[in-house]
């Protein structure tokens, strides 16, 4: 009589895993370091708006204002800088992301979607030689030969600026 | 096969049209290629190509005696765009449907257009396209991945599968942001040969009937608050020729209400069809969709309210009949980039009377 029920109820928790009806990470993950947006050096743009931000990284709005085609740069896929920041910046899964983009392009809104970064210097390098790009480094990774940007009129170390990261460690959601 | 009285200066006009769009494509486009090459550092000096691949493959059953449950090959949809440079893209769409039993291949070239991107405002388009009529026939394609449900609703089903509405045209189309608005106001203007309602012989296929041209224009806001949240509306007209007779004027008022995200997805659509022939009766037809699902993780179930209202007296149309069709189903993504749905279908139609069937299809992209 044990074995039915057994069964009934793994598949319950198994279906309810499937349909991620059960938590799996309840811990609160402490606050990380601010995600600092940067554009090419000549960019005549100072600050975004947290919708521009989340506009310009879903590819919605793909001109800077003085019309030059804006060139957004990830992290490669698979690094978790590269899920920090969509989950940041779009409220989306990496994976939600990236059907999103595929999304944009079948419709053809998009022709080349976001450019694929492997490091912290790539991106640096990338922005540095790109006059359209935006990307992101940590707080602490801007160097001056890229422009940092205000979002909503507040640097990284503004207490109340929108892009901080979740720290990373026992207990961080590693989504 | 009527001809038109005055073809030279509507040629000329569409001519001047299109010389226009190339000549304001290529030279900015060569200066922009000139001044950014520093703008992208990675890029090949080669047009940088994507190339995606949807398939589909089906199993079907229903109540009605004569037709037999079978697995089936949807469409198989090859989808490539190019950036030319930072201004000028090319994006292709070629759709081949094989038999299962024989593997014979017919091919259709669904999509082909060249874009010019001025920016964010104005995005000049040439070539074959899906109209912007409605929501549904600019947003999903071909490729079958991205709707939940199996199949389109009725009202947009494609026209060689019985479809009412002119789903590809050739022409010229602009779209894009309103100024000022934040990019919440967007637009869609397109001037295009309108659908061929009658056949034609190889020598004739893809030229216009008639010198009149189809129109559409369209108006969509999607306000930044509520994301995902667009509502929109749009009027296609065209003059379709009818043998000796003078021309049927042809009319669709679309309207649409749709909140897409990844979890959620609720759509509403609804649309009037008029034809009208000199010294006859006006003919109104209407047809729309209800659906939304919801996804708990990996599983989305869904439903859909399909209705398609016909009168027989109407020109072109007449024969096509009414429907109504509940759909309810459920989505499984066991993976990125495949899904398995499975639709039980209740259909109300004018030629079956009312069937019931079940629908399982498996969609991939890559």
């Keep these: 009589m044990g074995t039915p029920r057994l069964v009934f109820i793994g598949l319950l928790l198994s279906a309810a895993t499937l349909a991620g009806t059960v938590p799996v990470v309840a811990q609160q993950a402490p606050i990380g370091p601010a995600l600092a947006i940067i ?7 100072d600050n975004l708006t947290s919708g521009e931000l989340r506009r310009i990284f879903m590819l919605d709005m793909q001109t800077w204002p003085h019309g030059r085609k804006i060139t957004v740069v990830l992290r490669d896929r698979g690094q978790p800088e590269r899920a920090d920041a969509i989950r940041l910046l779009c409220r989306l899964s990496e994976s939600e992301y990236e059907k999103h983009i595929l999304f944009q392009t079948f419709q053809g809104s998009v022709n080349i979607g976001p450019r694929a970064i492997q490091s912290v210097s790539g991106m640096l390098n990338f922005v540095f030689s790109a006059p359209g790009a935006i990307g992101y480094v940590n707080a602490g990774e801007v160097t001056p030969a890229v422009k940092l940007l205000r979002i909503d009129g507040m640097l990284p170390d503004d207490p109340r600026y ?11 959601d590693e989504r | 096969m009527q001809r038109p009285a005055h073809p030279l200066p509507r040629h000329a006009l569409a001519g001047l049209l ?3 769009l190339v000549a304001c494509a290529i030279p900015p486009a060569a200066q922009a290629q000139a001044a950014d090459q520093h703008d992208m550092p990675a890029r090949a000096p080669r047009p940088e190509v994507v190339i995606h691949a949807f398939g589909s493959v089906d199993w079907a059953a229903t109540d009605r005696r004569e037709t037999p449950q079978s697995f089936g090959l949807g469409q198989f949809s090859l989808f490539v765009t190019a950036a030319l440079n930072e201004h000028v893209s090319v994006l292709a769409e070629v759709v081949m449907e094989g038999s299962g039993a024989n593997t014979r291949v017919v ?3 669904e999509r082909l257009q060249l874009t010019y991107r001025l920016d964010d405002h104005l995005n000049l388009s040439a070539g074959r396209y899906h109209t912007g009529i409605g929501y ?7 490729g079958s991945y991205f709707e939940v449900p199996i199949g389109r609703p009725r009202i947009f089903a494609f026209e060689d599968e019985g479809g009412v509405l ?11 942001a309103v100024p000022g608005t934040d990019s919440a106001l967007r637009y869609v203007a397109e001037v295009g040969n309108g659908r061929r309602w009658t056949d034609v012989d190889d020598a004739e296929e893809g030229r216009d009937q008639n010198a009149a041209k189809s129109t559409n224009v369209g108006l969509a806001l999607r306000p930044e608050r509520w994301r995902g949240a667009e509502v929109g509306a749009s009027f296609y007209r065209d003059r379709v020729p009818i043998g000796t007779r003078p021309a049927a004027a042809h009319q669709i008022a679309a309207a649409y209400a749709v909140y897409r995200t990844p979890s959620t997805e609720i759509m509403a659509e609804w649309l009037r069809l008029a034809h009208r022939i000199p010294a006859s009766p006006r003919y109104i037809n209407r047809g729309g969709y209800v659906q939304a699902s919801r996804a708990f993780g990996k599983v989305r179930p869904y439903y859909r309210y399909d209705r398609l209202d016909i009168n027989p007296q109407t020109p072109f149309i007449g024969s096509f009949g009414s429907s109504r069709a509940h759909l309810l189903g459920v989505r499984l993504d066991p993976a990125d980039w495949i899904g398995l749905k499975a639709q039980y279908e209740r259909l109300h139609d004018d030629h079956v009377d009312e069937s019931d069937a079940i629908h399982v299809q498996l969609v991939f992209v890559f």
Excluded: K, M, Q
Aim: proline share 7%.
């Design chain 1, 39 to 45: 554009v090419h050096r000549s960019n005549p743009v």
């Design chain 2, 107 to 109: 091919t259709d070239l």
């Design chain 2, 166 to 176: 002119p789903v590809h045209e050739v022409g010229l189309s602009a779209r894009g």
């Design chain 2, 136 to 142: 549904y026939n600019a947003a999903f394609h071909h």
């Design chain 1, 162 to 172: 929108p892009l901080r990261r979740r720290a990373r460690g026992r207990g961080a």
């Design chain 2, 18 to 20: 299109l010389t226009t």
